[in-house]
């Protein structure tokens, strides 16, 4: 596989690339720091919206799309809310102008995009067919998936990967709250019935995969476990797991007084399943929670 990789150096990215060979072009804003931490590769500049290289996409038959400024660091002002949608939506936009330049064309586009699309549904069952929200990340994600898809007016094959709470050890959400966690003091947010489309990291990173190497996968992709589970169940799985009481309950309004418009991130509930990866025969790896957890925090 000849590869462009665009958030190789972030937690799905890094594994993803474990799985490529030499044969890679990656994108980074500090291009001496990103030689110097994967060291294979050709590694050219890109902000993330703008332009890309003329040369860029030369030689390549399958791009990755994982770039965006990240949607849990820091508050949400006005000027973040602009960089979450412009880094999604310019730069996919940025990569389908690259496209369209070549006159060899790469075969297939992988896309990330996030459950998110759905906005807050409460206890509906969301698959691939479900139509999106209307909340500030549902119409980021839209706008997102509609820059994504004109790759298809080219000729290439294009996947939007729906990724959920992606659980691992090394960052992300879990190495973010398992501190919490250790000490007791963690517990349910809100009501804890809100759902959580969560998914183990290597089930994420072969869903990634899978997508690009399957011609008969495209369209959307929900990248979440079978199973989801409510804030309440996974706040649970999360002390058995750790051996800690989870008694504590952080009030929804002060999580909306604490992050503001943020909140919807751990308030919002959306019970995604992943209808159009198991039709298409993808075995996941980790199913359960409990069973997923203790792979990640019992060694």
């Not at 929200?133 to 898809?149: N, Q, T």
């Not at 501190?179 to 183990?200: C, S």
Request: glycine share 10%; net charge positive.
């Amino acid at each position: 596989m000849s590869a462009f990789v665009t958030g190789a150096t972030g937690l799905i990215g890094r594994r993803l690339l474990d799985r490529m060979g030499d044969d890679v072009v990656l994108t980074s804003r500090n291009v001496q720091k990103a030689r110097a931490s994967i060291k294979r590769g050709r590694v050219i500049g890109w902000d993330g919206t703008s332009a890309l290289a003329k040369d860029a996409l030369e030689g390549v038959d399958t791009v990755f799309h994982l770039a965006g400024e990240p949607v849990a660091e820091g508050r949400w002002t006005e000027e973040k809310k602009r960089r979450i949608e412009e880094s999604r939506v310019l730069g996919t936009r940025a990569i389908v102008d690259a496209m369209r330049e070549r006159a060899v064309r790469p075969k297939v586009f992988v896309c990330a995009s996030a459950v998110g699309i759905y906005g807050s549904r409460g206890n509906e069952v969301l698959t691939e067919e479900s139509a999106p929200g209307d909340s500030f990340l549902a119409k980021v994600c839209s706008a997102w998936e509609r820059e994504a898809e004109k790759a298809e007016e080219l000729g290439v094959r294009v996947v939007r990967v729906r990724t959920g709470i992606v659980l691992a050890r090394e960052g992300g959400a879990l190495a973010a709250m398992t501190p919490l966690f250790r000490t007791g003091l963690a517990g349910k947010l809100g009501d804890g019935k809100q759902y959580m489309p969560w998914i183990h990291v290597d089930d994420i990173v072969a869903l990634f995969a899978f997508a690009a190497a399957q011609p008969r996968v495209r369209g959307a992709l929900n990248g979440s476990a079978p199973e989801p589970v409510t804030n309440a169940e996974f706040t649970k799985a999360m002390g058995e797991a750790l051996h800690r009481p989870t008694f504590m309950t952080a009030p929804a309004f002060a999580m909306r007084l604490a992050l503001g418009e943020k909140a919807e991130i751990v308030l919002a509930s959306q019970r995604a399943v992943p209808a159009a990866a198991l039709a298409l025969d993808y075995a996941f790896t980790h199913v359960a929670l409990g069973a997923a957890l203790h792979d990640l925090l019992g060694k």
